[in-house]
């Protein structure tokens, strides 16, 4: 197939976003004045899941989280920093939490891989790339700079009030492009928000399994690759 775009999720297909994170929760324990310890990542885990379903962003097919969700994402934030605060009975202002995680978050660029950012340009010589993403928009802009002279179109969450998997977020890139789904191939690392998301409007899916996990049963990838580098063999 003879594809006009390379649509890309950007957290953990092109950017480590666990290396993101631990930067922020590290600074995060440094501003508690504790130690990041195991029991600390344990604990801060544990509130950050709770708060995390408690503001229903593990149910992204629900309409009113994929209408919502940045909201809830600010909700999940300040729910998650006002336990750990009170776990560890710290004098700070859940506001100071949330605008440093933001902070570190941002900018941490770490990619996904050591030559991830050359296999993206190398791609744009011959592709019209694109950067898919759900995300805070200050976030996420900042965090895909590097990727961006060689980015034709980015489309992030927060600015199109739908998120991944959505197919309301994939007929909107659909109808900017002006394309068909069959012109686009889908690159990413989830099999709920960006595989399947992808696969509903249409699209061909390029499953980045860099974690070799099993594909659930009755899902149907055109290609599947551990390695950034491989989709060049694929593609050409």
Sequence with gaps: MSYKYIIFDVDDTLLDYGSAFHTAQRAIADYLEVEYSK?????????????????????????????????????????????????????????????????????????????????????ARKYKLVLATNGIARIQRERIEAFLPYTC??????????????????????????CEPKECLMVGDSISNDIVGALDAGMDVCYYNIKNKSIPEGISVNYEITSIEEILNILG
């Design 39 to 123: 029991e600390y990542i344990a604990l801060s885990e544990k509130l950050g899941w709770k708060a995390w379903q408690d503001a229903g962003l593990n149910d992204t097919d629900s309409v009113d989280v994929q209408k919502n969700y940045h909201s809830y994402y600010f909700q999940y934030l300040r729910q998650h920093y006002r336990d750990l605060i009170e776990a560890y009975h710290a004098n700070v202002n859940v506001e100071e939490l949330v605008e440093l995680y933001i902070e570190r978050v941002t900018s941490n660029k770490v990619c996904m891989e050591e030559n991830t950012l050359q296999v993206y340009r190398e791609l």
């Design 153 to 178: 179109k980015t489309y992030i969450s927060e600015n199109m009030n739908t998120i991944k998997p959505a197919k309301a977020f994939f007929q909107y890139i659909i109808n900017d492009l002006e």
